[in-house]
């Protein structure tokens, strides 16, 4: 069974301050690892990941994957109130055209003033 | 373009109801998910449509849960008899030809079953 760990699952930091958040998965023909932000219902995309290394930026967020040690990390630095949200990493499984993702639970990040 | 459109926002029904909840993808997307977001986890895939038919269901409790794409377009998720436990948010996704082409997410249907 595929399985997606996020830690920490709660996180509370200042406004400016950079945080980590951590993304271990077991799981079985890998194809990719993505990063979702949800604040309201509807996650919404940050990135996709399927080469080791490779490191995707978008603005003040950033997130690498490792393939060896199965596990990526999302950094966002200069953190803003507006980045208050839990952040969904899920993968991507090879399963013939079955493609629906397996997620972790979340890290509830919140940014105070 | 319009995103994925969902209804009902809200629902509440007693336990042994039934309930329906609707989604209408992205216009040209041919592949919908299904997923169940209990509060506090993740999303769980119910289902994959790939335009009318099943691709991957094995997580559907098939004995109380239900759902069609008829015509390849609109979709229909019914549960019945509903349980406490299925007190979720039901979420409806979309995308032109899978997870590399990226989906978009509906708002969801918020089910309290009281």
């Known amino acids: 069974e595929d399985k997606v760990v996020q830690s920490p699952l709660s996180l509370v930091v200042h406004e400016g301050d950079t945080v980590t958040l951590n993304c271990s998965y077991e799981?079985?023909?890998?194809?990719?690892l993505l990063w979702y932000k949800q604040e309201k219902k509807a996650p919404t995309f940050l990135f996709m990941l399927?080469?080791?290394?490779i490191e995707k930026k978008s603005g003040r967020l950033s997130s690498i994957l490792d393939k060896k040690e199965l596990f990526s990390i999302l950094n966002i630095t200069a953190t803003q109130t507006g980045d208050s949200a839990v952040y969904l990493c899920?993968?991507?499984?090879?399963?013939?055209?079955?493609?629906?993702?397996?997620f972790g639970k979340g890290t509830h990040l919140i940014i105070q003033p | 373009e319009a995103g994925v459109a969902q209804s009902p926002r809200y629902k509440i029904i007693e336990k042994r109801q039934s309930v329906a909840f609707w989604c209408n993808p992205i216009?040209?997307?041919?592949?919908l998910y299904w997923y169940q977001q209990i509060l506090g986890q993740g999303p769980k895939l119910l289902i994959q449509?790939?335009?009318?038919?099943?691709?991957?269901d094995s997580q559907l409790p098939k004995d109380r849960f239900s759902a069609e794409r008829l015509k390849g377009v609109d979709s229909t998720l019914k549960i019945q008899p509903a349980k406490l436990e299925d007190s979720a948010v039901y979420l409806c996704?979309?995308?032109?030809?899978?997870?590399?082409?990226?989906?978009?997410f509906g708002s969801g249907t918020r089910l309290t079953v009281v």
């Open positions: 449509f790939q335009n009318n038919g099943v691709v991957d």
């Open positions: 899920a993968v991507e499984a090879i399963r013939g055209g079955a493609d629906g993702l397996t």
């Open positions: 216009s040209g997307h041919a592949t």
């Open positions: 799981v079985t023909n890998f194809r990719s």
């Open positions: 399927t080469s080791s290394g």
């Open positions: 996704a979309s995308s032109l030809a899978g997870v590399v082409y990226g989906y978009t």
